[in-house]
């Protein structure tokens, strides 16, 4: 049974929570996250879920606090936004490197400094080399879809691996949706029993973790995580398609828009996307050849797939909301770019940095780089290939 | 391909993992599946001076076994039994702590000369 | 009290193998505190980085007889207080049937620097969970830098005695007072030179209903400098001298475990150290008048606290 309801992307993912219902939480307030940690303490409160809640004293100690749940044999869950994952950061490795399937989401922000609460996306991609999975999402209903999802991803026998779900702050996190939940207990057969396959609390095999590694086993077991983020490739997309049939809804590891015959091409994650897909059926409308690819995991990075979905495009406008300071552009251009560059085929990529501390992205915005990408297309030159939508100049 | 989390071979000891061992054949993120394996790795070898009991004096009262940092005090029935050479670091402590003076800390180069003599004595 | 009799037939649960420099102190200390668990008791125990975790842990190898887990430094507490969370929720749900005991070990630096703020949060929020600092007073596992441990006057590799400044010029933070302030069940100071009191103080930590802390005086060989073997000696005097009384703090009512029937000057805890050996130079006179007085100072603060008479020993 499905429930069309109207929800705010952060209750969305609450009720995600309540319905998957953790053995353990550990969180710490952060806007714009700290409404799902609420709304799951009233769950805890209320009798509506069996977790215990573990209200730590900052972040570093929700994420550690988290993977000694999860070493434990439970499933733990935390959640955070920007300075609370910088904070978290440290432990976030570890939580990958020793395996741990914890599933948290992350409501993006920008990260100090200066400070600032809204959205963009610097706060993920601070842990973007950690070894975590992470999905994002372009509206409240993806955000739940991937919560749930996550939790049988993260758990897999050829993963076992950290999953963030990101969705923007304020623009998905606070805004009210139209979205449609399932009903519990087919969340709760999708998601199934926990069965760790190593756990402090086994009494018949306690097991020593987080042992120190030298140089003769270290890198052989950096390679495991490696090998683990090439399997979640696969089983992020069988998972997908296994959550489609009891939802409807279709996910992979990208999201390919109008892209069969297009010309131009724009690459966005989360609500950015829907912006563009907006834009996109205009100019459509209008008889341009365009499509929208919106990456939904960024790590592992889907390059295969992206490389196969822009193979017949002429130009590529990579929108990052983050930045690098490597004044090389943004994080996911220089992914994109390098998952292109054994087509040969001579597609121009060109790098927008947009809605940093939460500017919004406007359509004229969006329309703008659909001209700009024409452009480069009729003169064949890229110049200037890292931009500032918007900036002040 | 995925590694193996729980490595079939580290049932028996830990020995069973070893440095030439690729990705897959290591445990899953370094966990170790043998509680209290370190018992089979030897730091006897580090000592310089090692404890030599003397029965006669020994009053049994433990008190070596209560200071060793090494837990290289093997007691049987409440009683002493015998250093645990294999992971004794020679480190004096059971012999400073003793009160009826029971255990003598020599050198491991003078028991070494004592060995050999013995030998050409043979 | 048991006798070491009964005890040498305990199940040991930190063997030999591990890889701590001879002589020690943790390893006197660890086997100490998880001797007081029966036989038929689990327990998982959770490190901070430093000393102890690197050398019982080397890969394939662990040095510990039960579940361990060490996360990074500043987190034990906050870590074990997450296995002890699950632990409640799976009883609760009734997906878990053993009993189980938590106890994380943090050195000094892990525990009055680095994880004080994770220790604070683990003993506010209750968890039923025994947290023990070993304190060699300095960061021993990176070199020997100053801790908040390290007292005053201590050669360290961050606070040399130089001729200009002479060793640590701060006194040490008085942790188990401030642990004390969480008003949790129990708190305790004590040291290995009087194993009965380890022990009865490590049954009482697992066994009240909440957070437990303990604090262990552990020498440290290399760090302190001082003859190896004679640990046990140097131990008693630091608890003669009053630099490391004994006390427990139950339900918020401190008591003294141990009263020096006469004045020991710190001296004699200093002199065998060659941590303090600029001490006993001549112009550093002052430094040593201070770290008596420091002494003298924790001393009577200690007996207030503990409703006595605030007066030094007879000299």
Redesign the interface.
């Given at each position: 049974m499905k429930n069309k309801v109207a929800l705010t992307g952060n209750e969305a993912v609450a009720q995600a929570m309540r319905q998957i219902n953790p053995d353990v939480v550990a969180a710490y307030p952060i806007t714009p996250s700290t409404e799902v940690v609420q709304m799951f303490s009233s769950f805890v409160a209320n009798g509506k879920v069996d977790t215990e809640f573990v209200t730590v004293e900052s972040e570093h100690s929700a994420m550690s606090a988290t993977m000694g749940a999860s070493a434990a044999g439970a499933r733990a869950m935390t959640c955070t936004s920007s300075q609370g994952l910088a904070y978290m950061f440290e432990v976030v490795y570890i939580a990958a490197s020793m395996r741990l399937p914890i599933v948290f989401p992350v409501a993006n922000r920008a990260l100090s400094g200066p400070i600032n609460i809204h959205c963009d996306h610097s706060d993920a991609m601070g842990i973007k080399q950690a070894g975590v999975i992470q999905l994002f999402s372009e509206n409240a209903q993806e955000a739940y879809d991937n919560m749930i999802q996550a939790i049988r991803i993260a758990e897999h026998p050829d993963v076992q691996l950290p999953v963030s779900v990101n969705y923007d702050g304020f623009i998905t996190s606070h805004a009210l949706d139209v979205l449609e939940i399932l009903d519990d207990e087919t969340v709760k057969n999708f998601i199934g029993v926990y069965k760790p396959r190593e756990a402090l609390l086994n009494v018949n095999e306690p097991v020593s973790m987080g042992s120190f590694d030298m140089y003769d086993y270290y890198f052989e077991h950096k390679y495991q995580q490696v090998a683990a983020m090439e399997a979640a490739k696969r089983v992020i997309e069988e998972v997908g398609k296994e959550y489609a049939k009891i939802s409807g809804r279709n996910y992979g590891l990208v999201d390919a828009y109008k892209l069969d015959d297009a010309d131009m091409a724009v690459v966005v994650m989360n609500s950015a996307a829907g912006s563009s897909k907006g834009v996109c059926d205009e100019l459509r409308a209008k008889g341009l050849k365009v499509g929208v690819l919106k990456p939904r995991a960024f790590r592992p990075f889907p390059h295969e797939a992206i490389a196969d979905a822009l193979k017949g495009v002429k130009a590529v406008a990579v929108l990052d909301r983050a930045e690098t300071f490597s004044t090389l552009g943004g994080p996911m251009f220089a992914d994109v770019r390098n998952s292109l560059y054994d087509l040969k085929n001579d597609i121009k990529v060109v790098n927008y940095v947009y809605g940093l501390g939460g500017r919004d992205l406007r359509l004229e915005d969006v329309e703008q780089i659909y001209s700009d990408l024409d452009d480069i297309i009729k003169t064949g030159k890229v110049d200037n290939f890292v931009r500032y939508l918007g900036l002040r100049e | 391909m995925t590694p193996s989390d729980k490595n079939l071979s580290q049932c028996c000891s830990s020995k069973c993992i070893s440095p030439d061992m690729n990705w897959k054949e290591l445990t899953k993120a370094g966990n170790i599946y043998t509680p209290g394996n370190a018992s089979t790795y030897e730091t006897g070898d580090w000592r310089t001076i090692r404890p030599v009991w003397d029965e006669e004096r020994c009053i049994h009262c433990l008190i070596c076994w209560r200071y060793c940092p090494d837990a290289s005090i093997i007691s049987t029935g409440g009683k002493f039994d015998s250093f645990d050479y294999k992971h004794c670091k020679g480190c004096g402590i059971c012999a400073n702590v003793c009160p009826a003076h029971a255990i003598e800390m020599i050198s491991e180069d003078e028991i070494e000369k004592q060995k050999e003599a013995q030998k050409d004595e043979e | 009290m048991a006798?070491?009799?009964?005890?040498?037939?305990v199940e040991?649960r930190?063997?030999?193998?591990?890889?701590?420099?001879?002589?020690?102190?943790?390893?006197?200390s660890v086997?100490?505190v998880l001797n007081a668990l029966e036989n038929d008791e689990?327990v998982?125990v959770?490190c901070a980085t430093g000393c102890l975790?690197?050398a019982?842990?080397?890969?394939?190898?662990?040095?510990?007889?039960?579940?361990?887990?060490?996360?990074?430094f500043?987190?034990a507490a906050?870590?074990?207080?997450?296995?002890?969370?699950?632990?409640?929720?799976?009883k609760?749900?009734g997906?878990?049937k053993?009993d189980?005991k938590f106890v994380a070990f943090g050195g000094d630096g892990g525990t009055y620097d680095i994880g004080l703020?994770?220790l604070?949060?683990?003993m506010?929020?209750g968890h039923k969970m025994v947290y023990v600092c070993l304190d060699n007073g300095a960061y021993m596992n990176t070199g020997i830098q100053r801790s908040s441990a390290t007292p005053i006057g201590a050669d360290t590799t961050t606070s040399p005695a130089g001729k200009v400044i002479p060793g640590k010029q701060q006194p040490r933070k008085d942790l188990a007072a401030l642990i004390a302030a969480h008003n949790i069940p129990y708190v305790a100071q004590t040291a290995?030179s009087n194993?009965q009191d380890v022990h009865k103080k490590a049954k009482k930590a697992f066994e009240v209903d909440g957070p437990a802390f303990i604090n262990i005086l552990s020498p440290c060989p290399r760090g302190w400098r001082y003859n190896?073997?004679?640990?046990?000696?140097l131990v008693k005097k630091a608890v003669e001298t009053r630099f490391w009384p004994l006390y427990e703090v139950e339900d918020g009512k401190w008591k003294l475990n141990s009263k020096p029937k006469k004045y020991v000057s710190v001296e004699e805890f200093l002199k065998p150290q060659g941590r303090f050996k600029h001490v006993f130079a001549p112009g550093n006179e002052d430094l040593l008048k201070r770290i008596q007085e420091e002494v003298d100072k924790q001393w009577l603060a200690l007996l207030e606290r503990c409703g006595e008479e605030p007066e030094l020993p007879p000299r």
């Open positions: - | - | 006798t070491l009799k009964e005890l040498a037939q040991e930190f063997v030999g193998g591990h890889r701590l420099c001879a002589g020690c102190g943790h390893g006197i086997r100490m689990n998982v959770g975790e690197v019982s842990t080397i890969y394939p190898y662990t040095a510990w007889n039960c579940s361990f887990i060490h996360n990074a500043e987190n906050a870590t074990i207080s997450g296995v002890e969370a699950a632990y409640r929720s799976l609760k749900q997906k878990l053993d189980f703020q994770s604070s949060g683990a506010e929020r290995i194993w190896t073997p004679d640990i046990v000696d």
